[in-house]
Structures are given as structure tokens and as C-alpha cells.
């Protein structure tokens, strides 16, 4: 999946898709599962999927889930500030040696669960960091670290005689592929709607301002436009070793609509087989068809 660090696009797609399984990078915070939690979670339900004759599923994973697990997400952040502030001295380790260098660097705790790490998952989490400083999480194979401790877990409890199927997993990462997708008509006229917004604050003189559209699940006509002084949504947060002033994320609210429609159908979801397929987007007939919101907005809403 795709998404940085808040999870509205995997909870969008499970909303629009049913899948038997999505993980919500938030409610594994707020929880604070393990690596082990999930990855039990996914494996009972591949083994309760074939004990049941369905030798097949699907789980979609939100492309930040890692930073969302307390003990990875403290691991990250000492490797954004380890890295930040010896830069140049890391960069001068030979490549041979440079897990070994990082071991020694962080604190005790983070060092043992980084050197718990498969090395390919340990070397993607000390490549380059973004311009904010932070880890590219696109660069992490999320998806691969879960299937093989899924598949791991399935193997011990084959020995054990808790699981007797097979265990095979295709991987997609959708994150490019889903910016590569062409606009609906509300994406058309949202954007357009920001753009003469902004165009109308400058106009207008205001400096600062951030372009807003409400009431968005009503006709395009009906919309309201407006502007937020970007001052207002200030945040401090550690950007290169250092605190700095950012706007704040929007992470799923696990008190909200969404994702508590989510929660309510996800256990039905992961036994039966009730994938739903949107089909493409589409440009002409029923407005209903084709202005529609996404199912995230309309049950914010309450649409």
C-alpha cells in the first residue's frame, strides 16, 4: 500500500474493497501490538481461512505501519537523530561494518531489536532519509518482513499440528501505481476548487493562508470555500535531530465513522469471501456515479 504514516488510504481501500485483513497503523499505536501480535493476527487468519476450504486471501498494509510499532517506531527515531548528527562519520564506515557501527551507537534497548532485524530490513532502515530527515518508509518491504514471519509462524504451527495447509504469498506494492491514477471528477473539481480559492486569497491580499473547501459531500456547487492561517496548524516535531515547526499529521481517528465501519465488519470479513470490486472510475452518466466522494468523507459525514 502507499500512504507515509497515517493509514486513510489502506482504511479507504478496505472500505471500497473488503479485504479479509487491513491493519490500521493508529489502532497498533494505540494498542501497542507487537511485530509478533500482527503477525500472530495475520497467521490465525490464514489458518482459520484454510481450515475453513479457503486457501487464499488477501491483507492490505499500510506502507508506515513500521514507525507505528512502539518498539520500532523508538528505534527509528534514534536512527533519525543517530544518523543526523553523524552523518558524515557513518558515511565514512565501510558497508561491511556499518550494522555493527549502528549497534554500538544506539541505546541498549533499540540495539537489540535492530540487531533482532533480518539484515535487508536493518540496511533499508539506514538509507537516506527524506528532506524532513525521516526514514523513506517507501524503501521498507513491510510486506515482506510480515509474509515471512507469517510463514515462519505457520511452520512451527504445522510441527505443532495447528495448521495443515501450505503457505504462499504475492507481493504488490501500490504506492507509485496509485499516484499514477487518473483523476475522478471530484478529484477534478476539489483541486479546482483549491486552486481558485488560493488564487482569490492572493487576490485578495491574505499571506499565510492555506486554501480550504467544505461541505464537500454536497453538489460541487454547494461547496465552501475558505482559508486557514497555516500559523494555526503549527506542530512542534524533531526534524533532523532538531525541533522544529510543522503542520500537524491527520492520522485516522479510531473514534471516527470510518473506522469504526470498519471495525464492525473486519472479523466478518476475514472468514467470508465478500470482496467488492468498485470498477474504474467513471466520467460520464449519473451524477451519483460519477461525482461521488470517497467512502471515508461520505461517513465522515454521516452522508
Not at 151 to 165: H, P, Q, R
Request: charged share 20%; with cysteine; net charge negative.
Amino acid at each position: 500500500m502507499m500512504g507515509r504514516s497515517a493509514s486513510h488510504i489502506a482504511l479507504e481501500c478496505a472500505l471500497q474493497t473488503q479485504p479479509n485483513i487491513c491493519i490500521i497503523s493508529e489502532e497498533v499505536q494505540e494498542k501497542a501490538l507487537s511485530l509478533d501480535d500482527i503477525v500472530t493476527s495475520i497467521a490465525q487468519a490464514v489458518a482459520d481461512r484454510a481450515a475453513a476450504g479457503n486457501k487464499f486471501g488477501t491483507v492490505l498494509i499500510p506502507e508506515g505501519l513500521i514507525e507505528f510499532i512502539p518498539a520500532m517506531k523508538s528505534l527509528i527515531a534514534e536512527l533519525n537523530d543517530l544518523l543526523a548528527l553523524k552523518a558524515e562519520e557513518y558515511a565514512a564506515v565501510k558497508p561491511a561494518e556499518q550494522r555493527d557501527y549502528i549497534i554500538k551507537n544506539l541505546s541498549a534497548d533499540n540495539a537489540a531489536v535492530y540487531a533482532s532485524l533480518p539484515a535487508g530490513v536493518a540496511r533499508q532502515l539506514t538509507l537516506d532519509r527524506d528532506p524532513h530527515g525521516n526514514v523513506q518508509v517507501s524503501l521498507i518491504e513491510t510486506e515482506k518482513l510480515l509474509s515471512e514471519m507469517v510463514a515462519g509462524k505457520l511452520a512451527a504451527w504445522k510441527k505443532e499440528g495447528k495448521f495443515n495447509s501450505s503457505f504462499n504469498a504475492q507481493h504488490h506494492f501500490f504506492g507509485y501505481e496509485g499516484r499514477c491514477a487518473a483523476p475522478s471528477n471530484y478529484d477534478a473539481d476539489y483541486c479546482y476548487a483549491l486552486g481558485y480559492t488560493a488564487s482569490q486569497l492572493i487576490a485578495s491580499g491574505k499571506t499565510g493562508y492555506m486554501a480550504s473547501v467544505r461541505n464537500t459531500t454536497a453538489p460541487a456547487a454547494e461547496w465552501v470555500a475558505g482559508g486557514i492561517p497555516i500559523t494555526m496548524m503549527m506542530n512542534m516535531e524533531r526534524r533532523h535531530g532538531e525541533m522544529k515547526p510543522v503542520i500537524l499529521k491527520a492520522l485516522v481517528d479510531l473514534n471516527g465513522a470510518p473506522f469504526k465501519a470498519f471495525a464492525a465488519k473486519r472479523d466478518e470479513w476475514a472468514k467470508e469471501t465478500c470482496y467488492v470490486y468498485p470498477g474504474p472510475i467513471q466520467y460520464f452518466g449519473p451524477t451519483e456515479v460519477c461525482d461521488q466522494t470517497t467512502a471515508t468523507l461520505a461517513l465522515e459525514q454521516a452522508k
